[in-house]
């Protein structure tokens, strides 16, 4: 099997290109090496048509995973329209230049949405199926669901074979520190190192679906390999945590001492109290299970951290 894996420099793009390439699937990373450090076999920006489809009719790929986007929730709240035009317009000329590349058979697409587009449910909707409603709640949900709508719309037309993956967070190794476990883990690696005690944080009292990135990106392979076109599945660990229980957890891993004070310009305007899923249908589909524990996630991010701040001593 061929795949191209758009975004696969980022964060879950590089995990993901070591999961199909251990599987013996032959891998090309699309992406632009100006917004992530990792290697790019081809340039590829989705703001410019003639530069996606060039990608994609060279790549001849069997099935294409679309991670390519803006993700960070506070960013997208600083620039929604910068988001929207990443993630969706860019996702309407990746579905186009598919259907252009692929006259007659259907591309296989895997569209990597995410569980942000549920919005605020009542606690007796909980865990989240993939049936409950949609209510996103910032521009990123907003432009994920968009994106959505247009590969689904596209498969209902015969124009692509797409699936839609709903992950909710996800954490690991190689995840950068604007998300809010590897920020923690970094600013805790600097105390334990001799820093400033003090750490600042925004709201602690949300719970939140963790899954470790090596899981998710498991999960997508399956996915590619045996999720059915025009369906979405939850790529979730099926248990709320909450953020002051992952803070209290590095603590103890960190071995240190802290003072924390809550900082109000760290608080998000829109902060839904609690989401998480229900993988079952994931399972069904694939026969997928979790192999990372939340406790061995959060030891393997301290230690980079903690590796990152020796290496700049």
Known sequence: MRALVTGGNGFVGRHLCAELRARGCETLVAGRSSDAPGAVDVELDLADDANVRR???AARAD???????QAFVPRSNEDPLGTFDTNVMGTARLVEALRAAHPGAPARLVFVSSGEVYGAHPASDLPLREDAFTAPSNPYAASKLAGEAIVLAATRAKAVAAVVTRAFNQIGPGQSAPFVVPSFAARLARIAAGGDPVLTVGNLEPKRDFLDVRDVVRAYADLGERGVAGEVYNVCSGSPVAIVDILRKLVTIAH?????????????AVDVPIVYGDNAKLRAATGWTPAYGLAQSLRDVFDEAARNVEARA
Do not use: K, Q, Y
């Not at 099935?63 to 986007?69: E, I, K, R, T």
């Open 55 to 57: 990608v994609v009719a």
């Open 63 to 69: 099935v294409v995973f679309h991670l390519a986007a």
């Open 256 to 268: 240190v001492g802290v003072e924390i004070r809550e900082d109000p310009a760290l608080v998000r």
